[in-house]
């Protein structure tokens, strides 16, 4: 987002190479590492490289290079006002085959250079945390406040352990705390940042991979009012057909003993159409406090609750399904073992990789269809940015909830997508495919 800051009376911050202000110098390695001071280890530590990057040409790869990790690199300083909260957001991720981990956190400086101890954060918030290397690209934020005394902030990263591996970081932003949405708006669908993003897309649209294999998962359907299927359910189906993109909708199963012949023939003409996949979203979709279906209930109420869905399926629906996302996708020991047992069960989205129960699993996802809870086309459109070149992703909303609004950033999502020549594809086109 370019604007500008106005700091103290009359000074006015204009930064070189743009209208970014209130951000450190290079915060997206562009310019290699230029503006970071890199100290007490040997200069392998870190180093910018195309394959770091998430934005743009360069990011930084931070590599643990010994035990004790050994080094830290410091950001040019922003200038603050104590008492004033001030973000850091970031991308990690990346790494290459190892994943390592490195701290990453907000210090305040007094007005002789010397850093401050450890600042509070605004509640909710840290000031300091660890990132991990991953096969994906995720954004997080920091929040400090500047201390008494403080006069700069700087953004400082350490490697941690995980000898031999690496972590990326990119797109850094350091600046004074933006006023909050308040949620009440929709999302822009034509913002700056939209164009920024689109523009900074159309320069390498996948990095040299294949368009990616993305699945629309859908939660929570249910029969409406009465037994059949409500203005929602029925205008996404509509939509996505008329594009010839494909839905996966989680049915949670308990429902379909109120559901009416109109539900019933709706879902086996779609299934039948080889227009959408339902999957299996659990049998009542509980939660008691911590206590969600498949998390924390003893195994023989999971076992229960796995079969039966399945089994009213098949009664009702002639079908049973295949894919598996638990409510929440929220699951324990119990679920992959009741999910071992099972053999209707082939794909299990956003299951657990390193227990899959004999299962294909689809992994979180780092690109959403809803953020904060609702469908949001700029946050969706960051995340494919930072993302490109993953070669699949599914994308969860609950569009029984959607209002007008919400569902033109889903339109956005799958228009956007289309024009980037992304396959939709159902969960079980997955099967047996890792
Ligand atoms: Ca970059």
């Keep these: 987002m370019k604007r500008l800051a106005v700091v103290g009376v009359g000074v006015l911050f204009v930064l070189a190479g743009g209208l970014i202000a209130g951000n450190i110098e290079n915060p997206g390695f562009e310019s290699g590492l230029e503006k970071w001071d890199v100290q007490g280890a040997p200069g392998a530590a870190f180093e910018t490289l195309k394959e770091a990057a998430s934005i743009g040409e360069l990011g930084l790869r931070v590599k643990v290079i ?40 907000i210090v305040f400086f007094d007005e002789k250079g010397a850093a401050l101890p450890a600042p509070q954060s605004p509640a909710g918030k840290k000031a300091r945390t660890v990132a991990t290397g991953s096969s994906s690209w995720a954004g997080y934020e920091l929040a400090a406040i500047a201390p008494v005394g403080a006069k700069t902030a700087a953004v400082c990263i350490k490697p941690m352990n995980g000898q031999g591996g690496a972590v990326d970081f990119d797109d850094i932003r350091l600046e004074e705390m933006p006023a909050q949405s308040t949620g009440s708006t929709p999302p822009p669908l034509d913002s700056p940042r939209i164009q920024e993003l689109k523009d900074e897309i159309q320069k390498n649209p996948t990095r040299g991979k294949q368009p990616p294999k993305v699945v629309i998962k859908l939660d929570d359907l249910k029969p409406a009012q009465g037994g059949g299927i409500s203005p929602q359910w029925q205008r996404v189906v509509d939509y996505a057909r008329a594009k010839n993109a494909k839905l996966s909708i989680g049915i949670i199963a308990q429902f379909m003993e109120s559901g009416n012949a109109e539900f019933f023939k709706w879902v086996q003409d779609l299934n039948a159409a080889g227009s959408v996949e339902f999957w299996h979203h659990g049998w009542d979709h509980a939660a008691e406090g911590n206590l969600k279906e498949f998390s924390g209930q003893p195994y023989e109420r999971q076992k229960d609750h796995m079969t039966r869905a399945n089994a009213l399926a098949k009664e009702k629906l002639g079908f049973v399904f295949t894919s598996f996302g638990a409510p929440f996708n929220a699951t324990d020991a119990s679920t992959v073992k009741v999910l071992s047992e099972d053999s209707d069960i082939t794909v299990w989205i956003y299951g657990d990789p390193r227990n899959p129960a004999g299962k294909t699993v689809l992994p979180p996802s780092p690109v959403m269809i809803e953020t904060r809870g609702r469908p949001d086309f700029e946050a969706f459109l960051e995340a494919y940015a930072h993302n490109r070149g993953i070669g699949s992703f599914a994308m969860q909303g609950h569009a029984g909830g959607w209002k007008d609004d919400a569902f033109d950033q889903f339109r956005a999502m799958v228009d956007f997508l289309q024009s980037q020549n992304a396959e939709f594809v159902f969960p079980r086109d997955f099967a047996g495919k890792d």
Excluded: C, D, H, N
């Excluded at 950001?75 to 990453?104: C, D, H, M, N």
């Design 66 to 105: 010994s035990t004790p990790a050994a080094g830290m690199m410091t950001s040019s300083q922003l200038p603050v006002e104590p008492g004033k909260s001030y973000r850091l957001a970031y991308w990690f991720g990346g790494g290459g085959p190892t994943p390592a981990v490195a701290s990453i956190e």
